[in-house]
């Protein structure tokens, strides 16, 4: 009993088993391959058909959105035939169709009866088709023949060589129109991104010329497409009168770019691009910012504003490297860097040509004013140095004071002597330079500097000196220095 029981289990296990394999065989000979393609082509034959028998006579419209009714199509078929590999590899499980199936073969039926409802519509105009074809049996034979040549033409364009071609040719279409889609998309997002960055542009840059003092703006920043590509316009305002950046030189008498900005004004606005363009730069943190000789050609009362935007921009770079010719400019800028974070560097002569060493900017930052102090106080509080050297310091020291105290008094090329006699004859009166007491002091130390100057000692350089009096005068020196 078991072994018949076995036998015919068996044999409709075997028919179970074959039964599913030939489901979805059926399933796939029927929905796969090339049946959907062939249900494409033969929706645009009936479109085409369509387009022609339209002239004669009422067609009904073929509506058909083929793509989504190959989504749809490759939606339930692959939902089904899911469902038939599932009972296959477990042909004594009980399975059902998922409601994703049910709900995918639902929507596939709906395509079906819409197309079987076109379908007979489509049929019942074969009527009115061949009422058209026994009138045009009378026709012109001409006409006719071209309908003939038409017609030929249209069969030959779904032979399988020619449709292949066809599909081709559509395929590449429908990419080139999707490019010029994305293109038009990319133009559109440039578009918009110009109209904000273009003014944020214009007034970063104007106010980094402001603050280096620049005597111009620009103004009527714009953009436009050419031949070569995106390109960017503005005026330069000086004095209330714009000067267009793109417009060649007008002649004599007439402003330009050209013959407007000095060589300084040009790096300024070089300057402020170059900022304006960093503030832009979403990545900074993580950048290394290089600028070389940043106050080449740039005007004196605009150093400072450099040194002041570098700083700033190594608040915000990774590393900022300056390359400079100007000593000055370096020592400012060094400073008022983070003296845990900055390097100094300079290239110089060797025997082999050149080399790269550490800089002492401390030593290259004292200037000769602050030399001699140092060297009139190490004498007074320790009595180091060469006496003479001292003797002679007095006067420079006096001067150098005095140009800073009474620039407007005693400018550049203007001699002690001079200065000395102006301060006694305004003495007591509104323009008064020096009181009595601070002037008759500046006379009685340059009385005793001038033993030690050529100009007023040709024996200068054999003057007799005391230690003890000119420890004293050293100390009066100093001290008229700190009025």
């Not at 018949?4 to 044999?11: G, T």
């Not at 035939?81 to 709900?103: D, F, H, I, N, W």
């Not at 279409?173 to 944020?200: I, M, W």
């Not at 402003?255 to 960093?278: E, H, I």
Request: glycine letters at 6%; a neutral charge.
């Amino acid at each position: 009993m078991i072994g018949h029981y076995r036998a015919y289990f068996s044999e409709a296990y075997a028919a179970l088993k074959r039964t599913v394999s030939d489901t979805l065989g059926v399933v796939n000979r029927a929905h796969g391959g090339d049946v959907p393609a062939g249900f494409e082509r033969a929706v645009r034959v009936a479109i085409e058909r369509r387009q022609f028998w339209s002239r004669f006579c009422e067609v009904a419209e073929v509506n058909l959105d083929t793509a989504a009714i190959a989504r749809d199509w490759r939606a339930a078929r692959e939902a089904v035939t899911a469902q038939l590999a599932a009972k296959q590899s477990a042909p004594v499980e009980r399975l059902e169709l998922s409601g994703e199936t049910r709900a995918r073969v639902a929507a596939f039926n709906g395509h079906r009866d819409a197309i079987a409802t076109l379908n007979r519509r489509l049929q019942e105009v074969n009527q009115a088709v061949a009422v058209v074809k026994e009138r045009a049996a009378g026709a012109n034979s001409a006409v006719l023949a071209d309908d003939v040549a038409r017609l030929k033409a249209v069969r030959a364009r779904h032979m399988p060589a020619t449709a292949a071609l066809c599909d081709d040719y559509l395929q590449e279409r429908a990419a080139k129109e999707a490019t010029e889609q994305e293109r038009d998309q990319t133009k559109a997002a440039l578009e918009r991104h110009r109209t904000t960055v273009f003014p944020g542009y214009q007034t970063a840059i104007n106010l980094y010329l402001q603050r280096f003092n620049a005597g111009f703006r620009l103004d009527s920043v714009t953009y436009a497409d050419t031949r070569g590509g995106p390109s960017c316009t503005y005026n330069v305002v000086i004095n209330d009168t714009p000067v267009p950046i793109g417009i060649a030189d007008l002649g004599p008498g007439n402003p330009s770019f050209r013959n407007t900005l000095s060589a300084g004004d040009r790096n300024t606005l070089a300057l402020a691009f170059f900022f304006a363009s960093l503030d832009q730069n979403a990545g900074l943190a993580n950048k290394v910012v290089v600028i070389d000789d940043p106050i080449s050609s740039l005007d004196e009362h605009r150093a400072l504003t450099t040194v002041q935007e570098i700083r700033r921009l190594a608040q915000r770079a990774a590393q900022v490297i300056i390359l400079s010719h100007n000593k000055p400019f370096l020592c400012r800028l060094w400073e008022g860097a983070d003296s845990t974070l900055r390097a100094a560097l300079e290239v110089v002569r060797d025997p082999s040509g050149s080399t790269v060493r550490a800089w002492d900017v401390d030593e290259d930052s004292i200037t000769e004013h602050d030399r001699r102090d140092a060297r009139l106080r190490d004498y007074l509080t320790t009595g180091t140095g060469e006496m003479r050297e001292v003797a002679r310091s007095i006067r420079l020291h006096l001067e150098a004071f005095l140009r800073v105290a009474r620039p407007e008094h005693f400018p550049p090329g203007t001699l002690l002597g001079s200065f000395r006699n102006a301060c006694r004859q305004r003495l007591g009166t509104p323009q008064e330079i020096l009181d009595g007491a601070a002037t008759q002091e500046l006379d009685e130390l340059v009385e005793y500097a001038n033993r030690f100057h050529h100009d007023t000692n040709p024996a200068w350089e054999t003057e007799a000196i005391n230690d003890g009096e000119l420890r004293g005068y050293v100390e009066r020196a100093l001290r008229f220095a700190r009025r």
